[in-house]
């Protein structure tokens, strides 16, 4: 991989976040993974552009191509419940079709880690489906530990996995 940059998203770049969001939902969708929906869901541009105004969103290009997206937060999650202001909450990792299998995903969760170790916090955390087992042993693989689960009322349950920010 060359050069890779990240940076935060602004309103300009609602269209380009939806473009990379679906072609990872359907990425999920074709491994049987509904937690962003079912088949033909996707991610409308006024949820992206409500997503990239309330939270903090990244787009990350490759040699000038935009290429991933993920958010970052600091703050409470519901998947994890109250907690001490120790890690930063990775969500919506996604990689643009094409692109998929060149270390991006990777690369997005060491940037991650960098900015919470520069923000004096300990962990990454994340979640994902615990029935996509595929998802699971990636993470796993890149040194995340299953910390838990969280059932939502609905009954989906995801796995929660944290991994020190070093």
Not at 33 to 45: I, R, T, V
Not at 80 to 102: C, D, M, T
């Amino acid at each position: 991989m060359t050069i890779l940059s990240v940076r935060k998203a602004d309103l300009l770049d609602v269209t380009t976040v939806t473009e990379i969001r679906n072609d990872a939902h359907a990425t999920k969708v074709a491994h049987c993974d509904y937690a962003w929906g079912k088949e033909g869901d996707g991610f409308s541009e006024r949820w992206v552009r409500n997503n990239i105004s309330e939270k903090d969103v990244y787009v990350v290009e490759l040699e000038g191509t935009a290429v991933g997206t993920f958010s970052l937060a600091l703050d409470h999650d519901n998947h994890w419940g109250v907690q001490e202001p120790i890690a930063g909450y990775v969500h919506g990792l996604s990689v643009r079709k094409g692109f998929n299998g060149r270390g991006l995903g990777c690369a997005m969760l060491d940037w991650c880690s960098r900015k919470i170790i520069g923000l004096n916090r300990r962990f990454v955390r994340l979640d994902c489906p615990a029935h996509n087992a595929k998802l699971c042993a990636w993470y796993e693989s890149l040194g995340f530990t299953r910390a838990g689960l969280w059932q939502e009322p609905g009954g989906y349950v995801w796995s929660l996995y944290e991994k020190p920010a070093h």
